[in-house]
């Protein structure tokens, strides 16, 4: 069993940035693909990006790439969502998960999820 844990959210300002971390219990990220979602009231999760675990090869959701860049520390032990220029509408719940089957765009793909990390930016 892999215990995921987000941290780092927040209420921020418009054009601020925020670093959100993804650390795990019962098994090394190291060796996970991780992908990072995020849901807005009352609506459902919205894909925001991915690292492989084989090459750290990385994938993002329309309109993600270029706010939002995910990385791996050197240790490997965690994920982060690097989110820059945050604006009023990224106000959100963001979730990390971990060990997609296949496909690292879907959220029923994963099969271990943290609980969330509430982001508000305030305009």
């Known amino acids: 069993q892999v215990h995921l844990v987000e941290s780092g959210g927040g209420l921020v300002q418009a054009g601020d940035s925020l670093r959100l971390s993804c650390s795990a219990s019962?098994?090394?990220?190291?060796?996970?693909?991780v992908g990072w979602f995020r849901q807005f009231a009352g609506k459902g999760r919205e894909f925001i990006g991915a690292?492989?675990?084989?090459?750290?090869?990385?994938y993002y959701g329309a309109d993600m790439k270029g706010r939002f860049t995910i990385s791996r520390d050197s240790a490997r032990t965690t994920v982060n969502l690097q989110m820059d220029n945050l604006r009023p509408e990224d106000t959100a719940t963001y979730y990390c998960?971990?060990?997609?089957?296949?496909?690292?765009?879907?959220?029923?793909?994963?099969?271990?999820w943290g609980r969330g990390t509430q982001v508000t930016v305030s305009s």
């Open positions: 998960a971990a060990d997609p089957r296949r496909d690292y765009y879907t959220e029923t793909e994963y099969n271990y």
């Open positions: 019962g098994r090394t990220l190291g060796h996970l693909g």
């Open positions: 690292i492989s675990w084989s090459d750290d090869r990385t």
